[in-house]
């Protein structure tokens, strides 16, 4: 643990004289990005692609549906599909302000990397929950060290960056918890067609959502469609798009000044009533008063 823990100390160092204020920055190295907060936020609505978290300085929670995911300074957080989540620092100041690292990775370098490692892909039964949390292990720690480093010597990031990446998910693959990624990786596994299921909903969530052709595309009945997609991602496909739906629409009236009924016909409601209704329980506030919360809040 004091080994991780100077790593951790190193990265603090690196990602401090990179970043003097709170916020999120992608780095030169592909895929990487800092993020800095100095208080203890409110719950953030946020989409999460598939990455690889790790803090190096404060606690955060992330909710799935109704799962809750602490972690800290002596774990990591794996999201192997898209998700949408809620997130929110649980400690941080401004002496010590939460300080962290993002590594997204596409489908495609988890499953080359899986067949290289077993070229008799084991496909299992067990559907994988989307999204976990595991305590990290010096070899992991050393190879994100590695990367990290690589902001501090561009010259190096073209030939370096896809080495030390692939390594670093060469050891989550072969730690504890490497199983349930793996599985998202292997075709006809059970975690692979419901991330089918779910890269679909996300590529079409402003279109009316047809379960049955869903459930023929992966060739499994409905109701096994909606078992193992909720015991993947913690909620029904309805649900999911719901999400997505919403959050899409809160973006689009705070960023782009968006009207609510004008919103709502954009990401696929017919009704503006249902749409109030909808956002009021998720967000809290029907969506002129939110937008309205939010703008004051970040002015």
Known sequence: MEKIAEYQQK?????????????????????????RQ???????????????????????EICLAENYFRYGQAD??????GLPVTGQVTQASKENPYLSL????????????????????????KKNRAMYVGSIELRLMEAIYRLVQLVD??????????VYTREIFYRVLMGRYGEALRQFAIKDSCSYKI????????ENYNQVLHVCELAQKINISVPTLH???????SMSPLQFQKHLRLRQARQLMLVESMD??????????ESPSQFSREYSRLFGSPPVKDIQHLKLRYV
Request: net charge negative; with cysteine; charged share 25%.
């Open 260 to 269: 609510a009924a004008s919103a709502a016909f954009q990401v696929g409601y």
């Open 11 to 35: 990265i603090v160092d690196i990602i401090s004289r990179h970043m003097e204020n709170d916020g999120a920055k992608s780095t030169s190295v592909p895929s990487l990005f800092f993020l």
């Open 76 to 81: 990591y957080l794996i999201s192997s599909i």
């Open 102 to 125: 993002k590594l997204e990775f596409e489908p495609n370098q988890i499953t080359d990397l899986v067949y290289d490692i077993d070229k008799e892909e084991r496909v299992s039964k």
């Open 195 to 202: 991330r089918e299921v779910v890269k679909a909903i996300t």
């Open 153 to 162: 010597t561009p010259e190096d990031i073209a030939i370096l960056a896809p």
């Open 227 to 233: 078992r193992q997609f909720k015991e993947v991602t």
């Open 38 to 60: 100095s208080y203890i936020n409110e719950p953030q609505y946020l989409f999460f692609r598939p990455s690889l978290c790790v803090i190096v300085q404060g606690e955060k």
